[in-house]
């Protein structure tokens, strides 16, 4: 488990991604089910992270609006510390969302563009998600 700066630096360098962004339902019901069975702990991190203004946005990766959210009842909340990278639960409230510190640790996916291939007589299509050692 590392903290928010080592993962997202961890994907971008080592697997040509970065850390996952959610923008359905059917994608955060798929990475949290895949997150269950190859991840240790409570937490995972997700791409997302509070800029200097205040806004939330997918950072670190290609323009993507944040067209979708699961938080967790009373998040995100910024209590007391600075909390501006953003968890996605694995064990309570399984799949919600909240803000934590970006210097806590947390296991983490890493998520790579999709890759499509256009043969004569067949296509391939194929996203990547890669799990990150524990």
């Not at 950072?59 to 990278?85: F, H, R, T």
């Not at 639960?89 to 803000?99: A, E, I, M, V, Y």
């Not at 563009?113 to 256009?118: A, G, L, T, V």
Request: glycine share 4%; proline share 4%; with cysteine.
């Amino acid at each position: 488990m590392v903290d928010w700066d080592t993962a997202s630096y961890f994907c971008q360098s080592e697997r040509s991604g970065s850390l996952v962004s959610i923008h359905s339902f059917d994608e955060n019901d798929f990475i949290l089910n895949k997150s269950k069975s190859a991840l240790t702990g409570d937490y995972m991190w997700i791409r997302m992270r509070r800029e200097k203004d205040g806004f939330l946005d997918w950072a670190n990766g290609p323009l993507d609006l944040v067209n979708y959210a699961n938080w967790a009842n009373q998040e995100p909340n910024g209590a007391s510390i600075k909390e501006d990278c953003m968890q996605m639960s694995l064990k309570q409230n399984p799949g919600k969302w909240r803000d934590t510190s970006c210097k806590t640790t947390a296991s983490y996916l890493c998520k790579r563009p999709q890759i499509s291939i256009n043969l004569p007589s067949q296509e391939f299509s194929r996203s990547h998600i890669v799990i990150s050692p524990i």
